[in-house]
């Protein structure tokens, strides 16, 4: 159906209320109810195809055992939970808290077709997160509203998973704005929280939430566990100002862009501009507005994000600005600068006082980890970890730093340049030890430990939860 039918049935039925009597303009039960089922069905034929299946292994760290981690003789449990389409190209969206406790993530399609999905983000903070998955064809993404506040009262409706019923669809109101939302299991608070009336379940969590513009409003994180008919999301506001952090162009594609954008009432607005940056010298100044680039113009932040995702080193890029009442143009090369990964072991020591290196498939058997990510530490400063109970040996793996599993060196360096003095991490560490010789599996020369016959290991996992760095 066309992708206005839900607006255009509202404007209608406003244009026939508006040359009627009060009690000629009332509807009946019967008339409001088709009214939202055609809003309803309208949107599931234009965008039921944007939303994913999301599974991988998963664990509730609640449980507080190792099979998140390590290989065990249970059956593999995978979690289930919702996300979406936000480019063409693969770009899904989903909760924090649905893949921080997941491994080898998977997004399956409404077509069936499964795929193995990369990790590209996660923030913890705004309970966001962002996968990327290379599609056989083109998918079609979702319309975020950039433009206006979502007001309570708006009708909004989901397509989600809930308790693996795939695709269901949930429908209600915009119960409240601005509410603050602690998640205990991420240690955090979020601030500009959507509050609905939907009936939300485990499974929905990452759902778009879509208006009667069929535009999407926020995203589904939790529900009020005591109620049916409160549940929390995400604002799109949110989702958009947090959207470009989510991407990461600057790191991945190896530019530094110079500035940041906000979303104001639709615009692109440049603020944290570095006077240095090839942008603060071509004349950008805090405030301004992004219109056109490279001619094309520039809507909102989603429409920013497919240009830097396209921005090199031979292509000068062409601004055109709106400063007050005037129109200006600025031209400059954003790639100015590549962004080299820092020295891993470097950091980590700075920030963290440990050192690592990847283990070797051997090592990776000989622990029976589930998961190729991990890093044997290799050096401690011990006092940084003074007055802690337990604290990270050498010969123990890092899981875990700041709710992520590293892929790969280069990812470890973004994870680790976003880590501010005195910001508080949390640390996943693992040790394996043999009960008869009370050595570690690993010895420090990276050997393994002699084991005799059958002798069953002792593992443990070690949460260093909200450590702080200095």
Known sequence: MNRFLGRLVVLSFLAAAAVCTPVEARLSSEEIQRLRSEFVSSVFDEF??????????????????????????????????????????????????????????????????????????????????????????????????????????????TIGHPHELRYSCLQGIISGTGRQLHLPEMGVYIDDILQTDMAIYGGASGSPWFDLDQKVVGITTSKMCDSECISWGVSNRTILNQLLNLYDFPHRNGFVRGFELELENGHCVVHGLDKNSPAGQAGLEDGDIIAIVNGAPISGVTSWAAKEAKFNAQTPVTI???????????????????????????????????????????????????????????????????????????????????????????????????????????????????????????????????????????????????????
């Open 48 to 157: 039921a195809e944007s939303v994913v299946f999301v599974t991988g292994y998963f664990e509730d760290p609640a449980d507080q055992n190792l099979s998140e981690y390590f290989i065990d003789d249970e059956d593999d449990k995978y979690g289930i939970a919702t996300g979406f389409f936000i480019t063409s190209d693969g770009y899904v969206l989903t909760n924090a808290h649905v893949v921080h406790r997941t491994i080898n993530h998977y997004v399956q399609t409404m077509d069936d077709e499964e795929y193995e999905a990369e990790l590209i983000t996660i923030l913890v903070p705004y309970d966001l997160a962002l996968l990327k998955i290379t599609p056989k064809k083109p998918v079609k993404p979702v319309v975020f509203k950039e433009d206006g506040e979502v007001r309570r009262g708006e009708v909004v409706m």
């Open 320 to 470: 055109t600005i709106l400063r007050g009442e005037k129109k200006e143009q600025k031209t400059f090369r954003f790639t100015f600068s590549q962004w080299q990964a820092p020295d891993v072991n470097e950091m980590l020591w700075k920030k963290v006082g440990l050192k690592v290196r990847p283990m070797t498939q051997k090592e990776i058997d000989l622990f029976e980890l589930k998961s190729p990510f991990a890093y044997l530490i290799t050096d401690v400063d011990a006092q940084r970890f003074e007055g802690m109970k337990q604290k990270p040996q050498v010969n123990d793996v890092l899981g875990k730093i700041a709710w992520v599993r590293p892929r790969d060196f280069g990812h470890f360096a973004r994870i680790l340049d976003r880590l501010s003095p005195k910001q508080k991490i949390p640390m996943v560490v693992l040790r394996a030890v043999d009960p008869q010789t009370k050595q570690s599996v690993l010895l420090s020369a990276g050997q393994s430990a002699p084991r005799k016959g059958k002798r069953k290991t002792v593992k443990s996992r070690i949460d260093y939860e909200f450590f702080e760095v200095k």
